[in-house]
């Protein structure tokens, strides 16, 4: 019986993350066996470098969360790089207590901008963000080109990014409320269900008698919104708000999703997932540079991971008639 | 006449980014303080050849239905690879310069080995390997830097004058007939040559027409016996193939090699652009080579727009260069709308969903 009820709990958890996870702990056992062969020390499992770690992560968490909303619904955001730089350097600009909201609203506008382009012209998500992208760096470039804003982040965006809570970042403190919220979103409210539904088939979802054209606008909404929340916590942490800030947390934030085991094509996909992407994609590139790997080596393996690891469980179905 | 109403409703995408760019063209050559020369267009070919050959690479993943965010990448490998194969005797260079077309062609085939056999999504397959480039890059070419042959360099950034002179082929004078082409540039000598040794082949071919069935409906592709696979297979080698075109001419023409992985993502990007102004539909199905060489075409000649511009009149804001990316971008997405506008027309709304 108690062999049965185990292997019961091994089938709940899903692959992805048992993947995931057993790849987090081999990058661990490998990176410190190689800092025990070379200094003697248990560096990588010691808990300031872990929280470091969990901090720099967050970041990517947050935009890897609006990724996976958007990535749900089968369309996909390639204006968040940025949408991250755009938010934070306007809210330094403002600055004041006004900077936050503002950023956010700008990270809203774009978001809505999205969404009117996907949904009521029917562009294809990965064509009308890309645009969306070059646009709002054109339109960076001209704000800070004929004279120069402040790039200084304000006290408010300091304290969330540098300061900490008993011992816990405060980023990976809004990380974890923003994954919260969004799980929450995702399982117990109707957005959430519908988010899922159109991701299967959005044809059968409009039949139903759902606005999906609004349920797509307010996901891009709010997937552009993370990114501005990011991308100003980003400008705290790194006590700058400069250009392509944002340009890093692309590629890795659509890597999150994916290995998280969310379909690239929508309609499943679990949050805990992308949390366990996102760490697997920090720790794998913080690991590599501990271990002194060129940027050469660190991209190949980068590479290979997604592969190998989709390879393992994203696999799509054969194709039957 | 009917025949010709339908091939231009097939081809409606082509032929407006085609009118698209004769008007920009022409706005440009007459704003151009020395006017249309054939100096002018040497030049201008070169700064476009490499993105043509780039969107074609994108081009062939696109009409299957999926996407290659590895073409910038594979193009930078093969950059920095010939920037150490591509110089020496005459041997040498050829042999450099098939293994860097080899190297193209493995590349996209890699790709599609496991979009095919591992039944992953385009996508994410290509964001992997394009890592994996770039990585391969990076390692054969840390800093930007090496050489490629200077004669070949010479012969193929200018007017097809220069390939004679260059190798002494007439040493006591060009012929007749040559006086009569030996203005035409050299770039659009090898695009042409491109085009009608390997795509025109291919797209009149069982595989090529395949291609299209499988981008068009898979399902129905699959039922009518196409050979999906190998269609599929061959579409990604193809794309590959001239991503490493691409690159060879990038590494001709800068004369090094250069694997900064930004400038390969930049490249990705407007080779998309390129491929959907071009009117290749991003569903698959529907769309050519052809037209992305239009689409390349208007991209760069709005860049070239701007230079000429006066900065000090009232429209001088046009000519800051920091300025042009967006302007390239307001125009993509204007395009993209304007093909949208389909939408208002549909009779029943359950066909806007695809």
Known sequence: MANTSLSAVVRSIDKPLLFAGAFIIAILVVGSVYTMVTAGTLTLLSPTYLLLQLKVASFLGIVACGMMLVVLLGHIDLSVPWTMAASAMIAAAVGGPWAMPIGLGVGLLIGIVNGIGVAYLRVPSMIFTLGVNVVLRGLMVMLTGGFSPSSQPTDLMLFLSKNDVLGVPNPVIIWALVCFAVAFMLKRTPLGRYIYAIGNRESAVYLSGINTRLVLVASFALCSMLAALAGMLLAGYSSKAFQAMGDPYLLPAIAAVVIGGTNILGGSGKLSGTVVGTILIVLLQSVLSVMQMPEAGRQIIYGVVIIAMLLAYGRGGRLRL | ?354
């Open chain 2, 1 to 354: 006449m009917k025949d010709l109403k339908l091939r231009i409703t097939q081809n409606i995408g082509p032929i407006l980014a085609l009118i698209l760019f004769l008007i920009l063209y022409v706005f440009y050559s007459s704003l151009h303080p020395r006017g249309f020369t054939s100096d002018l267009f040497v030049q201008n070919s070169n700064e476009a050849l490499t993105l043509i050959l780039l969107g074609m690479a994108q081009t062939l993943p696109v009409l299957l239905g999926g996407i290659d965010l590895s073409v910038g990448p594979l193009m930078t490998l093969v950059n920095s690879l010939a920037s150490h194969l591509v110089s020496g005797s005459a041997v040498e260079i050829v042999a450099g310069m098939i293994a860097c077309l080899v190297v193209g062609a493995l590349g996209g085939l890699l790709n599609g080995l496991i979009v095919v056999y591992g039944r992953l999504q385009p996508i994410v397959v290509t964001l992997a390997t394009g890592a994996v480039f770039s990585g391969i890059a990076l390692f054969l070419r840390p800093t930007p830097g090496g050489t490629v042959d200077p004669d070949l360099n010479w012969v193929a950034t200018n007017a097809l004058a220069e390939l004679p002179a260059t190798y002494g082929w007439w040493p006591n004078g060009s012929p007749a007939w040559f006086q009569f082409i030996q203005g035409i540039p050299m770039p659009i000598i090898i695009l042409v040559v491109i085009v009608l040794v390997v795509w025109i082949p291919f797209r009149r071919s069982e595989t090529g027409r395949a291609c299209y069935a499988v981008g068009s409906n898979e399902g129905a592709a699959y039922m009518s016996g196409v050979k999906i696979e190998r269609a599929k297979l061959a579409a990604y080698t193809l794309g590959g193939l001239f991503a490493g075109l691409a690159g060879l001419y990038f590494a001709i023409q800068t004369g090094s090699g250069n694997a900064d992985p930004i400038q390969a993502g930049t490249y990705t990007l407007n080779s998309i652009a390129a491929v959907v102004i071009g009117g290749t539909s991003l569903f698959g199905g529907a769309g050519g080579v052809i037209g992305t060489i239009f689409g390349v075409a208007v991209l760069r000649s709005i860049t070239f727009c701007f230079r000429v511009v006066d900065s000090d009149s009232a429209i001088g804001f046009l000519a800051n260069p920091l300025l042009q990316p967006m302007f390239e971008g307001l125009i993509l997405l204007l395009a993209v709308s304007i093909g949208a506008a389909g939408i208002f027309r549909m009779k029943n709304r359950l066909s806007i969903f695809r």
